[in-house]
């Protein structure tokens, strides 16, 4: 079924903070150190009539944006590939230079996906997860397919 987008508003935040708790264990997530809330974000939701079925948030930071959060609820039908193009087009249209974001070493999936779209890995913080589990101890010790879940893998793209 063919997926719709339209920007997140502060509406949505109630549903955003549920949703970032149901998949990502809380209702605010860490990178590098830094905690991200969803109503400093901007964002798109996908969805199919009422349902969300992905998200994406992002944040602008000088000539950069960068990809917060993203997930598909519905995998293999297009919808992580057209969110992730739409917050690309938000980026150029803001005059950035650059998008990134940060996934961890056992999201292979996230690797390849990121990476078949364009996206280079740029940097690899050894251990970030074990500082990110002080402050958020929802983490997991262990993460997809078993794998120790441990660092933090940047990825860029230059527009
Ligand atoms: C990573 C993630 C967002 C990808 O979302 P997705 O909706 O599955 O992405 P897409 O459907 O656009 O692409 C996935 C694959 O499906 C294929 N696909 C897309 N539409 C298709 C269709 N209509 N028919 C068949 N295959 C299709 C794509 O070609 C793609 O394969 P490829 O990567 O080998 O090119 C999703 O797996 C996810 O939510 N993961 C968990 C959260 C996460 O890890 N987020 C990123 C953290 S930084």
């Known amino acids: ?13 109630p549903r955003l903070r549920q949703f970032w708790k ?7 997530v860490i ?30 930071s ?3 944006c960068e990809i917060v959060s993203l997930d598909s609820l519905h995998e ?12 690309i087009k938000e980026a150029r249209a803001k ?3 650059r998008v990134f974001l940060i996934t961890t070493n056992d999201n292979l999936n996230a690797l390849g996906f990121y990476q078949k779209r364009g996206f280079e890995l740029v940097a690899f913080h ?3 997860l074990n500082e990110s589990r002080k402050i958020k101890p929802s983490i997991p010790l262990i ?10 893998i940047e990825l860029e793209m230059w527009l």
């Open 62 to 64: 000088e000539n950069d």
């Open 76 to 87: 293999g039908q297009g919808i992580g590939t057209m969110l992730v193009d739409k917050a």
């Open 143 to 152: 993460g997809n397919d078993g794998i120790p879940l441990r660092d933090e």
């Open 31 to 60: 990178a590098h150190g830094v905690i991200y809330y969803p109503d400093t974000l901007d964002g798109f939701v996908a969805f199919d009539d009422d349902e969300w079925v992905g998200e994406i948030t992002y944040y602008f």
């Open 126 to 128: 050894r251990g970030a």
């Open 1 to 13: 079924m063919a997926s719709d987008l339209r920007r997140l508003t502060e509406s949505d935040l």
């Open 22 to 28: 149901e998949n990502w264990g809380d209702e605010f």
């Open 95 to 97: 005059g950035c230079q």
